[in-house]
C-alpha cells in the first residue's frame, strides 16, 4: 500500500534546503578571536546537580502526562520513511540507533528544525488492530501540509514505526487504517554507548564549515550551538543552517583554524562541550564521533 499521506519529494526537499543553505552561508557569523582570558571549557552534562529540572522535563515519562494527536504514515511499509528527510539524517535513520523508528513531525513538532533528534513514545487505542503499547520515534523530518496541518500535535510516523503499534499479525490491517488517534508523551533519548557525532557537510571548505549533529542523548533537540577554533580563547556562535545542520563562515579573509571545540545546549539549556570534535585535517563529507553526551 502507498503511503497515506500526500508528501512533497523527499529528493526536491532536500535540494530546496541545499540550495538554501549556500544562500545563507553568505551571512553566516563570522568568527573572530577574543584576546582575553581563556573562557571555561565546561562539560556541565557532568553535573548531577540538576535533578528538579530533569525531573519536570521527563514527568511524562513516569507514566502520566499523555497528550493526544494524530498519526499517520509516509513511505514504504516496511521502510524508515524518506531515509533522512528535512533534518538531515540521510543514510542514518535505518541504521542504529534509529532503526527504522522515526517520524515526521507536523509544524509543532518539527519547530523549523529545532525540533530534529527529541523522542517520543506514542501509542494507538482506537483501533483495533492497535496493541496499546507505546513505541518510541525520534522526529527527523517536517510533516508540512495535509493532515499534518489538520490538528495540532501531529506524527508522520514511517511504516516500520507506525505498523510497531500493531497487535502481533495486524501492521498491514493497522496501516490501511489511515489517520489514526494516539496518545504520545516526550521521553528521553537513550543511545547507550553512542558519542555525540558531527557530520561536515559536502559543501564546507576552509572558510564555511557546516555540520550535522545526531545522536543527541537526553532531550535530543538542540537549541544552540558554539564553535571555537584553535588559537581563540571564546566562543562563536553558529547559525542553524536547516534541520539539525549548523554552520558558520570566516568573513575576514583568514581560513578558519582547526581543531574546532563545539559547544551544545540542548532545549531545555543544558551545556555539553565537545573538545576538539572535528580535528585539524578535516574533510568535508566525513564524519566524526566525539567522546562525550548528555549522561542519560
Not at 557532568?46 to 528538579?52: I, K, L, P, S
Not at 543527541?216 to 550551538?225: N, Q
Request: aromatic share 10%; with cysteine.
Amino acid at each position: 500500500m502507498a503511503s497515506t499521506t500526500s508528501r512533497r519529494p523527499s529528493a526536491l526537499r532536500f535540494a530546496v534546503v541545499a540550495a538554501a543553505s549556500v544562500i545563507l552561508s553568505l551571512v553566516a557569523s563570522p568568527v573572530s578571536c577574543d584576546d582575553g582570558a581563556p573562557e571555561p571549557m565546561v562539560d556541565h552534562s557532568r553535573q548531577r546537580n540538576d535533578t528538579a529540572s530533569r525531573r519536570n522535563l521527563w514527568a511524562p515519562a513516569r507514566g502520566y502526562g499523555w497528550s493526544y494527536g494524530g498519526a499517520t504514515w509516509y513511505g514504504s511499509p516496511y521502510g524508515a520513511g524518506s531515509d533522512g528527510g528535512a533534518c538531515g539524517y540521510q543514510g542514518a535513520v535505518s541504521q542504529r540507533p534509529f532503526k527504522s523508528m522515526i517520524a515526521a513531525g507536523g509544524p509543532s513538532l518539527f519547530k523549523n528544525g529545532q525540533g530534529c533528534g527529541a523522542c517520543y513514545q506514542i501509542k494507538c487505542t482506537g483501533n483495533r488492530a492497535c496493541s496499546g503499547r507505546p513505541v518510541i520515534v525520534t522526529i527527523t523530518d517536517s510533516c508540512p501540509g495535509g493532515a499534518c496541518l489538520a490538528e495540532s500535535t501531529h506524527f508522520d510516523m514511517s511504516g516500520t514505526a507506525f505498523g510497531a503499534m500493531a497487535n502481533h499479525g495486524m501492521a498491514d490491517r493497522l496501516r490501511s487504517a489511515g489517520i489514526l488517534k494516539i496518545q504520545y508523551k516526550r521521553v528521553p533519548c537513550k543511545y547507550s554507548g553512542m558519542a555525540i557525532t558531527f557530520k561536515v557537510d559536502a559543501g564546507s571548505n576552509p572558510y564555511y564549515l557546516a555540520v550535522l549533529i545526531m545522536y543527541v542523548s537526553g532531550e535530543g533537540d538542540i537549541s544552540k550551538v558554539d564553535i571555537m577554533q584553535a588559537g581563540c580563547n571564546s566562543w562563536t556562535p553558529m547559525q542553524q543552517s536547516w534541520g539539525a545542520v549548523w554552520r558558520v563562515n570566516s568573513n575576514n579573509g583568514q581560513p578558519l583554524r582547526a581543531p574546532f571545540s563545539v559547544r551544545i545546549t540542548s532545549g531545555s539549556g543544558k551545556v555539553l562541550v565537545a573538545r576538539n570534535a572535528i580535528p585539524a585535517r578535516w574533510g568535508a563529507g566525513a564524519t566524526y564521533r566525539s567522546t562525550v553526551n548528555y549522561g542519560y
